[in-house]
């Protein structure tokens, strides 16, 4: 019988080792594929331990060194490709799956591609080949490993578990977890039976996702309809989305839930737990927990620590925060800056910038190692105690002692320069963004335009906000109305339209009263056709002087051939339109004789919508009658004098009571 070295198939390529406990008796070392001769799994609730057989006493066959030795000829050749047909005839599917992934772990990603794409042409391809070749890619090339996966032919193959976990576990490492539930839905109604690490693929998706514990809690939902039970890992994962949710009392349910099970909660059970209280600050609960803790022997580690601080920050206990502090540095896990910023930032936004300021003294004392954070917390709060010198020349420090920023701290010290009117400063660093290929977001382009508008550049702002709409970023209201209303004050009347069309497409509603303003922007700028789509789209929440003005000057300079849809719109939304305004449309029409039919079209529709000529205009129509047809106008004004006649009569007529009518 040939040994299984090199055609070694795990079950599941995604082989997981936990213990529930630490062991002194088992190595922490890591198995490769290629160094497992043969193995024995011992299973229990709790642990899953890999236990290496005895070393073979029996010499190899002839055929297993004609396969190794091949393996690492073609793994070694420049042109594995040309070795690979010479001894393609050698070597099983399972070893050709050995090459993939060495190519995988090697980074040797071009060599992997074109290794499968010889396995699919040569039909030389298993379930672990997929699964194998979408993990290596996909860690490069999410587009790529989609194809891989709607390449495969067999449908049954598709909703293999380890294929399907595999391209999961792709989307979810890249981010893309909207598209990670579609496909898994997808995959479910093609047959695909999830097993628990599907689950945990998914779960741990959530932990960072605003707003993802509803869908979190569907996945758990649909656990014991898969005969699938919850391990520690998966509650471990869904703890971790309820403290990044602030869900507590969820939290302390899955904990009781574990504890019912027979699962034994570890420090990051526990650490998720507290995590949870920091949300509110509950710092009752949190000293609790971490008393329950210690009972069972467990030491709380620099994380929980760190979190317990975190909550008595919350929950504003000063002064217990200081003494942990101390306890922190004493147990040598304030090495670095982050307790001391958690504990500056919670005492600067409660107001007591001065007790900030002392603790980052403190730090600088001591050679608390920073990595910038620290000046960008106290920058912050410089700024927002209107203290702008200060924080100009905190900002300046850190330039000169931080060659590299990260884009809070970037966009903390352009605040700063921004609030202190340092023009030369501000375009610093925005060159400085650049220098370092750092991409800009909201904060970034929200602090730039506001102090190009409170700079009077506003043609600077806009170009800023065009570029923050183009990288996909939303548009505020407030800041786009007040960016639209100083471009209308410099007569930058096409980019305000553009600015309130940027809007207007970007959210489903928007204030009427910004729909009133770019109307007053458009007619001042003369711009009648774009203030004809305004109109059009928002009539009825656009106040009655307004749209009178609008008439007025659309029928003085718009295009003439609108003139009458504009009408038509006016009064399909309410608006009377007075003889003024009929007036000179009509005076427009006769002094074009070519638009003849528009003409006759406003004449006709007229009396149907209760409006006649007054005298003075029909005396200018029947002037100019020749070139329009005498006969033809003559009809068209004589239904306009019946209902003349009929409008005044109505009018003369007495107005009865009920009772006074029947008599």
Known sequence: METPLLGFEP??????????RPSSSLPHSTLSVRTLTATTVVKSPATVVVVAEAPRTKPHSKSFLSRKSAISEIEQSPDFLSSLQRLARVLKVQDLNVILRDFGISGRWQDLIQLFDWMQQHGKVSDSTYSSCIKFVGAKSVSKALEIYQSIPDESTKTNVYICNSVL???????????????????KR?????????????????????????????????????????????????????????????????????????????????????????????????????????SVGLVPNKVMMTTLL???????????????????????YAENEMPYCMLMD??????????????????????????GYANSIMIAALCRSKRFEEAKQLARDSETTYEKCDLVMLNTMLCAYCRAGEMESVMRMMKKMDEQAVSPDYNTFHILIKYFIKEKLHLLAYQTLLDMHSKGHRLEEELCSSLIYHLGKVRAHSEAFSVYNMLRYSKRTICKDLHEKILHILIHGKLFKDAYVVVKDNAKVISQPTLKRFCKAFMVSGNINLVNDVLKVLHGSGHKIDQVQFEIAIARYISQPDKKELLLQLLQWMPGQGYVVDSSTRNLVLKQSHLFGRQLIAEILSKHHIVSRTMVRSRSEPKFSRGQRGK
């Open 11 to 20: 079950r599941c390529p995604h082989l997981f080792i936990t213990n529930s």
């Open 169 to 187: 576990s792709c989307l979810v490492k890249n981010g893309k977890l909207d598209s990670c539930i579609k496909l898994f839905d997808q995959m």
């Open 190 to 294: 093609d047959g695909l039976k999830p097993d628990v690490v599907t689950y945990n693929t998914l779960l741990a998706g959530f932990i960072k996702v605003k707003n993802g514990f509803p869908k979190a809690m569907e996945l758990v939902g649909e656990l014991p309809h898969n005969g699938i039970k919850m391990d520690g890992v998966m509650y471990g994962t869904v703890l971790a989305i309820c403290a990044s949710n602030g869900r507590c009392e969820e939290a302390e349910s899955f904990v009781q839930q574990m504890k019912d099970e027979g699962h034994s909660p570890n420090i990051y059970h526990y650490s998720s737990l507290l995590n949870s209280y920091s949300w509110k600050g509950d710092y009752k609960k949190a000293d609790e927990l971490m008393t329950e803790m210690k």
């Open 310 to 332: 975190k909550v008595y920050i919350k929950g504003g206990l000063f002064e217990r925060s200081r003494e942990l502090l101390s306890e922190l540095e004493s147990a040598g």
């Open 346 to 371: 919670g005492l600067s936004k409660t107001g007591k910038l001065e007790e900030a300021m002392t603790i980052f003294d403190d730090m600088k004392v001591k050679g608390v190692k920073s990595d």
